[in-house]
């Protein structure tokens, strides 16, 4: 026996030297990298960006919304106005020049002249309004149209009593006027929203179907090939693009089920963007480096970890008793220890929060809502002022969140933290539509939700979370002092008084803690070596215009 | 035969239906919670047009009875609705899937069939030799392993190590099938496929065979003075076989309706991972859609092996008068 053991043992290893070697010969070539590369007149040209995604819902303008979906349609199209990929500040796009009247109801863009479809039809002031309307009929099933509820006839359309939007009316080719029903002179960074791109109508209506997975759009790139589902969407450079040329030749979004498979063929040099899987955030930042801003990335800078447009927060409910006490309200963001929830469950992706408002927004700044700090001290002498001490008499309430997500554990953390200072809350976790519910009905002490900028401005964290009666406006704050600051705000055209008006309706806010902000949201993201100023936005959008890839 | 194959095609029809009312009684209102036209928009604010055309759509406005009767016929016509979040139809999303899907089922049925086969013959001819040792305990191994970390593990010894091993010379795509697809990318997730049923399939072969070899007239074989190889190949392994076969098709029923973990870990665009990807995002027509195509498979296949049964072993008789 112990002869058949050794003749056996020999012959495996003899079989497994004979496949390894013609493993290596055999299979030699999987790397598609040619090194024969002719160099170009400059170095900078040339190259394919290797970019993860999931699967998008939907690439066509007509319901561009989530992040992976959103990341090929800014590629394909170009809206009005365009954002500087860090600092957000608006800058031309397909309109060349835009101005407003006195109280911003009256928009008047200029459209580049000559900027094309990938068809080679030249993009007119008709193809806005067609995308535009395209999105507010109510049978193309569109998620998105609230984009556009600001202009005049959106209602209407909304309410199938008309098939245009009244407010958008063609000048010339060159020149789009849009009335909107009220001030509001943050529009200008609304139509910079990808969803808002034109579309030719003759593509669409050909064959919608064909459209959906093969836009054909005014942006950079254009489609190489169908979007092959679940596979890859590719895109190729748009040789008559009207504005600056990038760099690269185009871009495979190769699309995986999973973010650790992401990273393993990160590490085999099969993807140049990926997410960092939690637990290797710091491994990667000693192997890659980190990026000094935060999103510019370059070999040996290669980790992005700079702040999101995003924000988690915590509702109270308040019109419920006590938590409608301002004092209640701050005692309970004061006794909550953000940085300790923000190590223990998120490994330090996630940054306290100390406003509503998120850094790279306009008008940001730090330290916004006075009470969003952690001092238990503090927290019991205002839940002792207001009647409370030591939470005697105070009755229990119940935090609620969408179960399956994570939440939990931020929030078993958040009712030890109540729990401190003599709060009792009890658990509650529900199915998201049925969360949702609770929410719109009022039946929660405290809940838990986050948001993401559409358009990088304070408008948009501030009106639709605290305008009294807003759909958005969980927490039931009703505040008409805050409601005139956020109205005049938005039929103030000026750029800097306008921030300055909604910095104030922000103070008032703060005060009375209707909301408690937990965390900003921070990139994990990690760029191959071979990646030079590349800008992950924090808006979330890798922006593909000015990036160029080492040979 | 005809008449015994009629009645199962026959017995699946209740069987199908059953299934339907099951998936249908998800829909009702209450069952799950929370408002499905929310569900589909998710945190979007509503407006009550918008609404109107969802509940059209979907034809959540009608009474219970009367949206069966469309999910029903729905199914008959191949409709099985659109995807909630995608806004393409399930029968078109799944019909693009299922050819990656058999694709991958029929590499790990041979990785079974050539493998397992072969490990089992050999260690039940070799009976208490190394390699029935080493097929005794690397099945039993196999079977102890979780699928998804037998798939990580691959990819990181062939997609990661093995390419630092060799500078760059030598790796396996690790997701994905290729663009075009190609054979090298079916290499690991066909063998992670496989992993646990080859290792069933050598099993149940080993002690078949060996359950065989032990009957009088292999003896006789023997003692007819034939060679050892047509004794194993055609008197026993003929009759080892049958268990084997059933085996092996059940599992390809199985595998054809997609592999969860295995389409997920290897970013393998089957129904499988469809599947997985619908369930995470609550999007239940597909999930629907694709457990009433995984039932039709499983259902198909099994017919299938029941009448290959008949055939292949005439002591077997189907529902006949008893002799």
């Known amino acids: 026996m112990s002869e058949r053991f050794r003749k056996g043992l020999a012959l495996m290893l003899a079989l497994a030297l004979a496949v390894s070697m013609l493993a290596v010969t055999g299979c030699g070539g999987t790397t598609d990298e040619e090194p024969g590369d002719e160099p170009a007149a400059d170095e900078k040209a040339g190259g394919t960006f290797k970019f993860y995604i999931s699967e998008p819902a939907f690439i066509d303008p007509i319901n561009l919304q989530e992040s992976e979906g959103t990341q090929v349609g800014q590629a394909v199209f170009d809206s009005l106005v365009a954002f500087d990929p860090i600092t957000s500040e608006i800058m031309p796009a397909a309109a060349e020049s835009w101005s407003a009247n006195e109280d911003a109801t009256v928009w008047t863009f200029k459209l580049v002249e000559g900027a094309k479809f990938h068809n080679g039809r030249e993009v007119t002031a008709a193809d ?162 980190e990026s000094p801003d935060g999103y510019t990335v370059n070999p040996g800078q290669q980790v992005s970890l700079g702040g999101e447009q995003a924000i988690y927060y915590l509702l109270v409910n308040n019109e419920q008793e006590p938590l409608d006490d301002p004092l209640v309200r701050q005692a309970m963001s004061m006794a909550i220890d953000r940085q300790d929830i923000c190590d223990k469950v998120f490994e330090g992706t996630r940054e306290p929060a100390t406003g509503i408002v998120p850094p790279g927004i306009v008008g940001h700044r730090p330290d916004a809502f006075p009470y969003a700090k952690f001092d238990v001290e503090a927290a019991k002498a205002k839940l002792a002022e207001a009647g409370y001490p030591d939470g005697e008499g105070f009755p229990k309430i119940t935090i609620e969140f969408n179960s399956g997500s994570g939440h939990e554990d931020i929030l078993l953390l958040v009712q030890e933290n109540l729990k401190a200072i003599g709060i009792e809350g009890e658990m509650v976790g529900s199915e998201w539509a049925q969360y949702l519910d609770k929410l719109g009905a009022g039946d929660y002490s405290i809940g838990r939700l986050g948001w993401i900028a559409d358009y990088p401005v304070m408008d948009n964290f501030l009106y639709p979370l605290f305008k009294t009666g807003s759909g958005d406006n969980y927490s039931f704050y009703a505040n008409a002092e805050v409601d005139a600051l956020m109205d005049e705000a938005r039929g103030t055209a000026d750029g800097d008084e306008r921030v300055a008006l909604f910095r104030e309706a922000e103070e008032i806010i703060g005060e009375d803690s209707p909301v408690i902000p937990m965390f900003y949201y921070k990139h994990t993201r990690v760029a191959s070596e071979r990646v030079n100023d590349g800008i992950y936005s924090p808006n979330g959008l890798f922006t593909f215009e000015s990036v160029w890839l080492s040979k | 035969m005809a008449k015994y194959v009629l009645r199962r095609i026959l017995q699946m029809i209740p069987v199908f239906l059953g299934v339907t009312l099951i998936l249908f009684a998800l829909r009702i209102p209450g069952l799950l919670p929370g408002d499905p036209v929310q569900l589909i928009v998710g945190e979007r604010p509503l407006t009550p047009a918008l609404r109107a055309e969802i509940e059209a759509k979907h034809h959540l406005n009608e009474p219970l009875h009367i949206q069966y009767g469309y999910y029903v016929s729905g199914i008959l016509q191949g409709d099985l609705g659109s995807s909630l979040q995608k806004g393409r139809d399930v029968t078109d999303i799944l019909l693009d899937k299922f050819p990656n899907t058999a694709r991958l089922a029929i590499a790990a049925i041979l990785v079974e069939i050539v493998v397992g086969l072969l490990a089992g013959i050999i260690s039940a001819v070799k009976q208490y030799s190394f390699w029935d040792v080493l097929v005794t305990l690397s099945t039993s191994v196999l079977v102890a392993v979780p699928v998804f970390w037998l798939g990580m593990l691959l990819q990181m010894l062939f997609g990661i190590k093995m390419r630092e091993w060799t500078g760059g010379a030598f790796s396996l795509p690790m997701s994905g099938m290729g663009d075009p697809p190609d054979l090298v990318h079916l290499i690991l997730p066909a063998i992670t496929l496989a992993s646990v049923s080859t290792a069933y399939v050598a099993r149940i072969m080993r002690s078949q065979m060996l359950e065989a070899m032990g009957q009088d007239y292999i003896r006789t074989a023997k003692a007819k003075g034939l060679s050892e190889r047509v004794v194993i190949f055609k008197h026993a392994l003929k009759n080892a076989l049958i268990p084997v076969v059933t085996f092996i098709g059940i599992d390809l029923g199985m595998l054809m309706a997609g592999a969860i973990l295995t389409e997920t870990v290897f970013s393998w665009p089957g129904i499988g991972r469809e599947i997985y990807l619908a369930v995470m995002t609550r999007d239940w027509p597909i999930v629907m859609g694709g457990v009433i195509v995984v039932v039709l498979i499983v259902m198909v296949v099994n017919l299938l092996v029941d009448i290959s049964y008949a055939i292949l072993d005439p002591r077997i008789r189907y529902g006949g008068k008893a002799e």
């Open chain 1, 128 to 289: 806005f309004k067609y995308a535009w309307e395209r999105i507010c009929t109510p049978a193309n099933l569109s998620e998105i149209s609230y984009h556009l509820s600001a202009v005049v006839g959106y209602d209407e359309m909304q309410a199938e009593e008309a098939t245009e939007l009244e407010g958008v009316k063609v000048v010339d080719d060159y020149t789009l006027e849009v009335t909107l029903a009220y001030p509001f002179a943050d529009f200008e960074y609304v139509v910079g929203h990808p969803a808002l791109a034109p579309v030719p109508q003759e593509e669409v209506e050909a064959d919608p179907a064909a459209f959906a997975d093969k836009p054909i759009g005014n942006g950079p790139f254009m489609m190489a090939e169908p979007w092959a589902h679940d596979q890859y969407i590719k895109v190729t450079r748009f040789d008559d693009y009207y504005g600056d040329a990038p760099y690269i030749d185009g871009v495979d979004y190769v699309i995986l089920a999973d973010q650790d498979t992401a990273f393993l063929e990160f590490q085999a040099g099969n993807l140049d963007f990926v997410p960092i899987p939690t637990g290797q955030i710091q491994a990667a930042v000693e192997q890659y480096g």
